[in-house]
């Protein structure tokens, strides 16, 4: 049974029936100040049970009131809002369990005491954060979901949070400690001995830690867009640098010692004379294909994670993922066991293993994630939800001038899906059979084929599976250089460079789509269209390593770049959009 308290000076009239209709025992209102403060504080040390509050004068969406309820521990909904440019955490709900209940009593105590003002969610949040009460934000993104995170690392994150709270660190400042200890988890992963692969697993789990003490605080305080796309920027640089390492370690082995390259660890000799000893391509060159691989599946499949909850939020749903139990949040291979995975793998049969347990599991979660989504787009198109989404995903697409030119010529009268999945085909078909086998100018085979998905960038994507073109744009992109850097023998690390700053190129412009700022077209990154022109005609004039080392480095410095004048520019401006364009009130973390 619950106990529930709302805290609003006019509560919402319905607000009352919908809590009694989930099972709700008894429903006390009190003013948001220090009175009501006060009554929360007499109400958790005398319910005996679960205590929900309600904050604000609206009435708390149904949906959010079954999740907070169904959680089965202390949780909260952010209640996330745009107000002239700006995330307002001022209203919200949040559901605290037993063991906790001393902790809110506390804490809602300190707030009554120094406190003058109204009674906010975040300063609840972050009066319980600093007692070392560990809150899961249910709004807060997938990476919370799984065993690791929520039995391993959310343990350690909560007295992380507890002590960046009490010496008042942003969530920024504790996402670049995080970054810092997975660069120092790389460095050691670079070297194939144990001892160095064990410290490197360490470090991994302290930076994802770290990571997860971030989140912690983001929810308990008013956070900027810039963080908002700080946190998932650094969670892929921390993987993506995790992964160059572990190839990087697979050169360093001489062959001529008798080990195969990437089946290092304490029992990678066991796997010498196996499949997976040449899955990919035998030496380091097949690892850093494994590698590339891995990494675009994780790209692809998190650009459709974010595409299809822009077109839920349009759609005017507040939580754009499923509430899934545990066996489906594993088998969705969140980052907590994605870090288990490089650990274990990495430590015990070397590099290769570790890749294609990513691969394959990638593969496996990419479905029933993606079989999840399909059937959530569906019904929003059998309510006839989807029109509001027009509009909304076009700036998730990453266009470039010539791809935003070519969609003004059928003027968006053509669907985006089929020509895409043509050129798409057409694309992996020439790059499977071999680009190195392209003579002169019949390299740019591929190039115009992908070039078919120019026809639909104006279209507004409103189809049920529309959301799926960014990614596939991404694959396609990917699939092209990687197959073209190693047929014309680029340098491995900067392919992989290459690749890794194009995915978080495509992830940067979607975030920034999803806070109202996207761009038109991506003149600066070249886009899709550009990136694939410029490495057609660079293969045609016979210097792929050297454009490929040329670009890598201007799309890594215009990262650092649009992230200074893009993203930390957005902390001082209003925007003249809401913080997930076009979408509902209130929208995920």
């Excluded at 294909?289 to 499949?301: D, I, N, P, T």
């Excluded at 599976?465 to 680029?490: K, M, Q, T």
Aim: hydrophobic fraction near 55%; include cysteine; aromatic fraction near 6%.
């Amino acid at each position: 049974m619950t106990v529930a308290l709302v805290l609003a000076a006019q509560p919402d009239a319905g607000l009352r029936g919908q809590l009694a209709a989930l099972g709700v025992r008894r429903v006390d209102a009190a003013e948001r100040a220090g009175s009501g403060l006060l009554t929360v504080v007499a109400a958790a040390r005398a319910a005996g049970e679960r205590v929900l509050i309600c904050i604000g004068d609206d009435s708390v969406p149904e949906e959010v009131l079954t999740r907070l309820l169904g959680a089965g521990a202390t949780a909260a909904f952010a209640g996330l809002q745009a107000r002239d440019g700006q995330p307002a955490r001022s209203g919200g709900a949040l559901v605290v369990d037993l063991p906790d209940l001393d902790a809110l009593a506390a804490a809602a105590e300190s707030l009554a005491r120094h406190r003058a003002a109204p009674a906010e969610l975040g300063a609840l949040l972050d009066e319980l954060t600093q007692r070392g009460v560990g809150v899961r934000v249910l709004d807060a993104g997938p990476d919370g979901d799984g065993a690791v995170a929520r039995w391993i690392a959310d343990p350690v994150a909560r007295d992380v949070a507890c002590w960046a709270a009490g010496r008042q660190l942003a969530p920024a400042a504790l996402l670049g400690i995080s970054l810092g200890l997975a660069l120092l988890a790389a460095a050691w992963f670079s070297e194939p001995a144990v001892r160095a692969q064990v410290l490197a697993t360490v470090a991994l789990l302290l930076a994802f830690a770290a990571g997860r003490a971030a989140v912690q605080l983001t929810a308990a305080e008013r956070t900027s867009p810039a963080v908002g796309w700080l946190a998932p920027a650094a969670g892929m640089l921390t993987e993506f640098a995790v992964y160059a390492a572990l190839a990087v370690s697979s050169g360093l082995v001489a062959v001529s010692s008798g080990t195969t390259a990437g089946l290092t660890g304490i029992f990678g000799g066991s796997l010498r004379d196996t499949l997976v000893a040449t899955w990919g391509g035998s030496g380091p060159a097949g690892v850093w294909r494994l590698a590339v691989a891995a990494m675009l599946l994780l790209g692809a499949r998190r650009l459709a994670e974010e595409c299809y909850q822009g077109l839920v939020r349009a759609s005017g749903r507040i939580f754009p993922r499923p509430s899934r139990r545990l066996l489906g949040q594993l088998i969705s291979l969140p980052a907590g066991e994605r870090v288990a995975v490089i650990t274990v793998t990495a430590v015990c049969f070397g590099p290769r293993l570790t890749f294609l347990v990513l691969l394959a599991w990638g593969a496996v979660a990419a479905g029933y994630v993606l079989a999840s989504q399909l059937a959530g787009a569906a019904k929003l198109a059998g309510a006839g939800q989807l029109i509001r989404a027009r509009g909304v995903l076009t700036a998730y697409r990453g266009d470039g001038p010539i791809a935003h030119w070519i969609g003004g010529v059928v003027r968006g009268q053509l669907p985006p899906l089929p020509p895409l999945l043509v050129g798409l085909f057409v694309t992996c078909d020439l790059t499977v059979l071999g680009v190195a086998n392209l003579p002169g100018v019949l390299i740019f085979g591929p190039v115009m084929a992908m070039l078919l998905a120019a026809l639909g960038a104006r279209h507004p994507h409103d189809g049920r599976l529309d959301w799926l073109v960014p990614s596939l744009l991404l694959a396609g992109e990917g699939i092209f250089l990687a197959g073209l850097g190693f047929a014309r023998h680029a340098w491995l690390p900067v392919i992989f460079a290459l690749l890794a700053a194009v995915v978080v190129r495509h992830a940067d412009l979607a975030y920034r789509a999803r806070a109202g700022r996207g761009v038109p077209d991506d003149k600066f990154g070249f886009g899709w269209d550009g990136r694939m022109l410029l490495a057609g005609f660079a293969a045609g004039l016979g210097f792929v390593p050297f454009a490929y080392a040329v670009l890598t480095a201007w799309l890594w410095l215009l990262a650092g770049w649009d992230f200074l004048g893009a993203w930390l520019k957005t902390t001082n401006e209003p925007s003249s959009q809401p913080l997930s364009a076009q979408a509902t009130p209130s929208t995920e973390a």
